[in-house]
């Protein structure tokens, strides 16, 4: 490695570190840690949110599949995020908002039952935990391919610098960090576009090699028997569920736009992160296209983004976009663990525990937030060399997609579904998406069709069950033009 | 027609239509709601100006990759 690179790396460390220690003197209460203490402004709610979605699938995985596909892998950030961002903004942040709510979970307990409050919290927290563990592992194989440490090492320094400033300055901290890191992120991405267009010709070269070997890597779809993305899959799947689940549900998404300082900061922070979100393909997408163009040989398609790092890249550069990738995973660990740590202190303790104090979450909190990043620790090797628990997890989550939807959707605009209703929906529904997967249907159709399930499951068990008249639904449904 | 025969383009035709209407519900929400906690009534703070010219954005990249 150039000396050059290693100084920008070690700086960037340093800053970053730095950076996230300088706030810990503004948390004083779980309010504080939690959600910033409502503090945060649109452009950093914003960047926070890009940095959080930006993980180690994106940066690799992504320029890979566009090694593959082409352009369509950009319907991730495309159809498969903007609508759904655009939902969250102007429909499901006001709600949030307007309930007073630290968490998604929170809402659901308040819109159904408690029940449902607990199995949504855990079921995330669970997943949150291995998907740490894996942006863990990725970020140490990163440091042992390009600095050559040993994998225990890279895992103890990340978990280390990540653990001091998420521990000392709660949300306000793993905000600020996430939009320093998103900027370098944008800044490495975008030389690489340059460097690489001004290599291959100009853009008119750059598309004319590319569509001339490759005709339908500019094509946004793929056709509808395709094998991973077929169109009517990515759109009914990935567009009509996954998405607006992730974007509208989210909890380590939606815990920043919590912490903002007005409703209108939380919601602009979105509506910008969407503004972002369109331009991502550039980052994560182009160098899978450019590595194709100049004729990569490469052993397989995750190779593409390493091979144009190295290929393209001039010392010093090399070292700003080896440090955008530790970005992507410090700001997708950093956020899991801060919004995992709010779900078992608040959602799963409080709930389960009666006689849990209030006054102690500040404390708990940080307890948890270091024995969740140490457990994700752990876990890192344990997901690496056993790949399947972690598909599994994902399978899991994704089964969870639908009903969660079906339950956030009819929970938020109508006011005749009722809590049982939603428990036995969020059992059923998972129980459904298990069946329809096992009989060997592409995932995104499973999505939809748990999805489409448990709309009328819901719908149907509230006819044969009682409403909770306790619950405040002109709090917790969305009715603007209701007249009060 | 088969399942797996249907046109790739009635895929880019789906999302421009679905992205029109997006921007026609985005409209529907009243003003008074878009402006909750804002500290002023500026028109740049019109979120709903911000979802048209994303959705536009979107408009001009799906029909240009069609």
Known sequence: ?484 | MDFGDMPVAWANYISIGGFLLLALLVWLIPRKLIYTGATDHARWRDIRIWATVLITLQLFIYALFD
Request: net charge neutral; charged share 10%; hydrophobic share 55%.
């Open chain 1, 1 to 484: 490695m150039h000396p050059l690179d290693f100084a920008i790396i070690v700086g960037y460390l340093v800053l970053i570190t730095l950076v996230g220690l300088r706030l810990s003197g503004r948390v004083n209460t779980a309010h504080d840690f939690f959600l910033a203490g409502r503090s945060l402004t649109w452009w950093v709610i914003g960047l926070s949110i890009i940095g959080t979605n930006i993980g180690a699938n994106s940066y690799v995985g992504a320029a890979g599949n566009a090694f593959s596909v082409g352009i369509a892998q950009a319907n991730f950030e495309w159809i498969g995020a903007i609508p759904a961002m655009i939902l969250a903004a102007l429909v499901f942040i006001p709600l949030y908002w307007k309930a007073g709510v630290y968490s998604i979970p929170e809402y659901l307990g308040l819109r159904y039952n408690q029940a449902v409050r607990v199995v949504a919290a855990l079921i995330t927290s669970i997943v949150a935990v291995f998907a740490i563990g894996v942006a863990l592992w990725a970020l140490a194989l990163t440091l042992q391919t390009y600095l050559g440490w040993p994998i225990w090492v890279g895992i103890m320094v990340t978990g280390t610098v990540v653990g001091l400033y998420s521990i000392a300055g709660g949300l306000a901290a793993v905000a600020f960090t996430d939009t320093l890191q998103v900027c370098i992120m944008f800044v490495g991405g975008l030389v690489i576009v340059g460097l690489g267009i001004a290599e291959t010709g100009g853009f008119a070269g750059f598309a004319t090699t590319l569509t001339e070997e490759n005709p339908n890597h500019l094509q946004a779809y793929l056709p509808a028997d395709h094998e991973s993305f077929p169109w009517p899959g990515v759109i009914l799947g990935l567009g009509v569920v996954l998405s607006p689940a992730y974007w509208c549900a989210g909890q380590a998404i939606l815990q920043r736009t919590l912490g903002a300082r007005t409703q209108w900061d939380a919601s602009a922070g979105m509506m910008f992160a969407a503004f972002a979100k369109t331009f991502v393909p550039l980052l994560v997408v182009f160098p899978g296209l450019l590595a194709l163009v100049m004729h990569a040989e490469i052993e397989y398609p995750d190779m593409a983004l390493p091979w144009v790092i190295k290929n393209v890249l001039p010392p010093g550069i090399s070292g700003l976009m080896f440090i955008a990738i530790i970005a992507a995973l410090q700001s997708t660990i950093d956020s899991g663990i801060n919004s995992t740590s709010l779900m078992v202190t608040r959602d799963i303790r409080h709930v389960l525990f009666k006689q849990a104090d209030p006054a102690d979450d500040l404390k708990v909190g940080r307890i948890l937030t270091l024995v969740l990043l140490l457990l994700a620790m752990c876990v890192a090797p344990v997901v690496a060399e056993m790949g399947g628990i972690y598909t599994f997890i994902q399978t899991v989550l994704s089964l969870f997609q639908g009903p969660m939807l079906a339950l956030l959707l009819l929970g938020a605009f109508t006011r005749s579904v009722t809590p049982s209703a939603g428990l036995w929906t969020l059992i059923s529904g998972v129980a459904v998406a298990s069946a329809i997967l096992l009989g060997g249907v592409n995932m995104l159709y499973v999505a939809f069709a748990s999805f489409v399930y448990s709309l009328a499951a819901l719908w149907l068990f509230s006819r044969f069950t009682t409403h909770n008249d306790n619950i405040d639904l002109d709090k917790l449904t969305y009715s603007p033009w209701r007249r009060s």
